[in-house]
């Protein structure tokens, strides 16, 4: 059952923030569930989860259309086409993939727009989504006085051989959330790890990992797109 692999993944959690000095209740386990069955999301809610993070519209809606108890925190992880805005923003607590200034302009439009997190292409590779470093201040300067509230940042590193190779883009994440606080003092939240390699994004400063793959098992649904498909 899931809820077996949740227990453990919330011990490593805390393991991994207590070997950095940190305190585990400050990071977040998001239960990535995109492609996995209502059944399994209520046996994770029945056991205490209650932050979930969808990467499809279409999941979203169904998963709000359905069932499953009202007091989820749901999260969008995937790529936003500005077409289903008005679908995922009613439903969420918080965007994690800001990616690009069309969406920023067109997050600022809404009556009541969620909180966001920047995502940050940290390896600058031409085929992710994400604003390049450089960028940062101007977007959270932009949003900030779009009336966004902007949470932090969020990195799908460049793939490496072995996690602890990847450590160096958790670092430079943090030191670059570091940077934007001082202007921008509630971003603080970094959404960094996932199943491959969440504790050490959390020894690094994660304050939330977004996890699938660890609790649900591999899910089977087709899908090839954006890559936070923990």
Request: hydrophobic share 40%.
């Amino acid at each position: 059952m899931a809820t077996r692999e949740l227990i453990d993944i919330r011990r490593r959690i805390a393991s991994a923030a207590k070997r950095s000095d940190r305190d585990p209740e400050c990071v977040l386990l998001l239960a990535v569930s995109k492609g996995r069955s209502d059944a399994a999301v209520r046996d994770l809610y029945e056991a205490g989860q209650r932050a979930f993070g969808e990467n499809r519209p279409l999941g979203l809606r169904q998963r709000i259309e359905g069932d499953l108890p009202e007091d989820i925190d749901w999260h969008f992880v995937g790529n936003v086409q500005r077409r289903a805005i008005k679908t995922i923003a009613p439903s969420i607590v918080l965007l994690h993939s800001l990616d690009r200034m069309s969406l920023a302009d067109a997050w600022i439009r809404l009556d009541e727009p969620p909180p966001v997190l920047i995502e940050v292409n940290i390896g600058e590779e031409p085929q992710k989504h994400g604003f390049a470093p450089s960028e940062l201040p101007g977007v959270a300067d932009h949003l900030t006085i779009g009336g966004v509230s902007v949470r932090g940042l969020m990195i799908i590193p460049p793939r490496e051989a072995t996690a602890e190779e990847g450590r160096r883009w958790f670092v430079a994440l943090r030191r670059l959330r570091d940077d934007l606080v001082a202007d921008h003092p509630h971003a603080r939240d970094l959404s960094m790890g996932m199943t491959d390699d969440f504790e050490i994004a959390v020894e690094e400063g994660a304050s939330i990992v977004r996890v699938g793959r660890a609790i649900f098992g591999t899910a089977n649904d087709g899908i090839n797109g954006h890559s936070d498909e923990d």
